[in-house]
Every structure is written in C-alpha cells, then in structure tokens.
C-alpha cells in the first residue's frame, strides 16, 4: 500500500520505518528540513518537506496514489485539517493524532464528520494501558485480547520462585494453574518454549491467561495480587488527567505532585476526588514527607525521561510501590530496559502500534482481520488477534495436521465467547478469534502462519 505521513516526530519516525519494513511505499511530510532528511535517509521512504495542510504538498508527496494517509504532527488541529483535506483530495483513508480532552470527549462526533477512518489518542491509550498494569503488580508489561477476557502478562521469574528449574509441561500439574507461555526472553535471545523448556531464574516471562487465571498463577508464585488502594503520580500532563480519572472512578486514592501552580489549578478542579499538590517532585523530601514509602503504586509522568527514571529509581529504594515509568525517547529503549525501573511505558510506542493494527487490518486478505496486535520484547515479538472470516485457509483441520511456521505459538481460540487452550486435536473455525505469539514480523492474514 502506498501511506503517506504527515508529520516526523518520534511517532512518525516509528511508523515509518515499522510501515517501511512490512513493505509498503511511504512518503514523509514535515516542514523541519532535518527530520525529513533524517528519515528519509534512515528508512528509505520520499520525503517532502512542506506543510502537510497544503493541497500541493500532499499532490507533490502523492496524495492521488495514496491509500492510508497519517497526520501525527504535534497539532491536534493542524492534523484535523491535513485529514480533511486529503481525504478531499486524494479520498484516502485517514488517520489523525488528536490528544486534547476537549477533543477526546467528541471524537466520535469529529471522526463521523471529518470522515476519517481512526482518532488516536496516545495520553489516553497511555493510561489505559497504567492502569491496566496495576490490576497485576507483580506484571512488567499487560496486554488484553478479545475484549478484556484474555491478558498476556511479562514478568521477571526470580531466585526461589517454584517456576525455577521446572520443566514447561510440568507448570500446569505442578503449580495446578491453566496458563499457557508464550515466549520468554533470556540473555537478549527470544524463545518460543516447547514442553521440554526449563525455566531459570532472571528469563523475562510472557503467559497468557484469563484475568482470574493469572491471579490464582501469580498467587501460586506467592506474589500475590492484592488491590493497589493508593497511588502517587509526578507530572501534570494529559496522560497525568486521563490516568487519575480513570484510578479515582475505581475508587483507589490519587496523589498528584505538579510543578506548575495554574495546572494544579486546573486539575484540582478537574479531579476533585484527587489529591492535587504543588511542588517539585524531584525534592526527596517532599515525596518522603507526602509518603512514598507508603505507596501502594507511584507513576513517574514527568516530561523529562532523566526525571522519571531517577524518581522510579528512588521508589523501588523506599518502597515495595509498584513503578510505572513514562519514556518519550525511544532511541534509548535498549538502555532503559536495562534498569531496574519497573514498567515503562512509551507513549509514542503506543500510538504506532494502533495505527500499524488498522493499516494490516485494511490489508487482509478474505481469510481474516487483524483484530489487536502488540509488539513485545522491543519489537521481537509480535503478539496478533484474529478474526477468521469465510474462505480462511487452515480451518477445520486438525492444528497438529497444520505444517505451522517455526517460532509461531497459537495460544489461544476464542469461540463464542469461550476461551479455548487450544490442543494437537483443537480446529480453527470460521468466527473464532485466533491469538497468534510469534517471531516472525508482519503477519496481515491467518494463512501466514502457515510455511
């Protein structure tokens, strides 16, 4: 497909060299003469340097032949109009990068009227995926599959837990727990286990599971996943709103420490359940005497990254709080994923990832749909949810009889509703939703695991 993307900060970089690797012909659009040489260069892609806004630029950048068109600039109303106006111009699908809450709380009504394709909020799906990390504490990274009914959970097995030095088949008699892992990572190599795997201590760890399933799992580990009853977030971003609403609505108790006094202001009438104060967050004392060593979870928002990591840092030293860390640099993903940081979130990551699952969605063939997809393990992995449609190959036949790809997990068939852990004798049945965890990239159709 041909995708144009307007726009070439840290998202439109990501997206264009995720997009520029899956194959498709991109084109690049901002009017900073060193980010389109940057990633034209690196990746490979046309780059235009212009205002996307303009009929002629998105005409000099091929609008006519375009079939995705992407606005990712740091203007929620300049992205609007570079919408509006390719889809007049080139009558393309697009998709616009809008953040402001005013916009959020309307965006069904300006996706309809616009006539674009997708609205994508990064602050937002940024706190959603908070505050599903705080449901399982003991959890590195959290995505859902299927509506919510399956979680795939990372975290770290450490020394004395009884997973260590057990065998993969011996997990579920042992530990008397229905999960299914999908992958682990050990010294930097990635590993689709079979039964014979053993597990040792310090392998990063991806399970799937229900979310009662992989409570009673983390039990059984004697982590426990008692409730989070209060948290304490730094930063005031929108990130900052959307996450502290959510928290404060499912009755945990909210700490907000702002720098700014007008946006405590601000939150303060926004969020009246939330405890707003103004200070530095970086001043240890401040956080000791607000109670941090007390704190059942404390999220670093900051838009410093330095900030962020050092404040997570200082958590876990006082602390046994569970620490969510926000990231907007990716380049030192590598690094960070090195500290002892807790989770880490990276906004931008976030925002590709949903945009990259409707542009392979728009791609299928009959077969299927890309229904969610997630990358994991810094881009190694890819965890896809499909939806098998009429003239699927692969269905009906017995998944031991299927010659699958190497390194490719079916770890899950949703049918009806029910979730199946699926077996040599189990079948893919036109409507289910298949969970595919693999190391192979690209994946657009359900007849792509197949060699």
């Known amino acids: 497909m041909h995708i144009m993307i307007v726009g070439c900060g840290n998202v439109g970089k990501t997206l264009a060299e995720q997009l520029s690797q ?71 699908h697009t998709i616009a990068r809008v953040r402001n809450p005013v916009y959020s709380r309307e965006s069904q009504f300006i996706k309809e009227e616009l006539g674009l394709s997708m609205i994508i909020n990064p602050e937002l799906a940024a706190a959603m995926e908070i505050s599903h990390l705080l449901q399982f504490p003991s959890a590195i990274e959290t995505d859902s599959f299927a509506k919510g009914r399956i979680t795939l959970i990372k975290f770290r097995l450490e020394k004395d837990m009884p997973l260590c030095h057990l065998a993969l088949r011996e997990v579920s008699a042992k530990l008397k727990c229905d999960i299914l892992v999908c992958a682990v990572e050990r010294e930097e190599h990635i590993i689709i286990p079979d039964g014979d795997f053993i597990f040792q201590e310090k392998d990063m760890i991806s399970f799937m599971a229900s979310p009662r399933k992989a409570a009673k799992f983390f039990k059984r580990l004697g982590l426990g996943s008692s409730q989070i009853k209060n948290t304490m977030i730094t930063g005031g971003s929108s990130i900052v709103y959307y996450l502290a609403n959510m928290l404060c609505n499912s009755g945990m108790e909210v700490k907000i420490i702002e720098a700014d006094e007008e946006r405590c202001g601000q939150l303060s009438e926004l969020l009246p359940e939330a405890m707003i104060i103004h200070g530095d967050s970086t001043e240890k004392d401040l956080l000791l005497e607000e109670g941090i060593q007390h704190s059942g979870a404390f999220i670093s928002l900051t838009d410093f990254d330095e900030e962020n990591i050092m404040l997570s840092l200082f958590a876990r030293s006082v602390s046994k709080a569970k620490t969510v860390t926000s990231i907007h640099r990716i380049e030192y993903d590598d690094i960070i994923s090195k500290l002892d940081v807790g989770s880490t979130i990276y906004p931008k990551f976030i925002t590709a990832e949903y945009i990259i699952q409707y542009v392979r969605a728009m791609n299928n063939s009959i077969g299927s749909n890309v229904e969610t997809l997630y990358k994991l393990f810094g881009n190694r992995v890819e965890a896809l949810e499909f939806i098998i449609h009429e003239g699927a190959r692969g269905t009906d036949i017995p998944l031991k009889d299927l010659k699958l790809k190497s390194n490719l997990l079916i770890c899950s068939i949703i049918r009806k509703g029910k979730i199946l852990t699926p077996g040599g004798d189990d079948v893919i049945q036109v409507g289910d939703n298949v969970i595919v965890v693999t190391t192979h990239k690209g994946l657009q159709d359900i007849k792509d695991i197949l060699q």
């Open 22 to 92: 899956e194959g498709h012909n991109i084109a690049v659009v901002d009017i900073r003469p060193d980010r389109v040489q940057n990633v034209s260069n690196s990746f490979d892609v046309l780059g235009v340097i212009g205002n996307g806004a303009s009929p002629s630029v998105q005409q000099e950048a091929g609008i006519e032949d375009t079939d995705v068109f992407i606005a990712v600039t740091t203007s929620d109303e300049l992205n609007l109009l570079c919408c509006l106006i390719a889809k007049k111009v080139g009558g393309c």
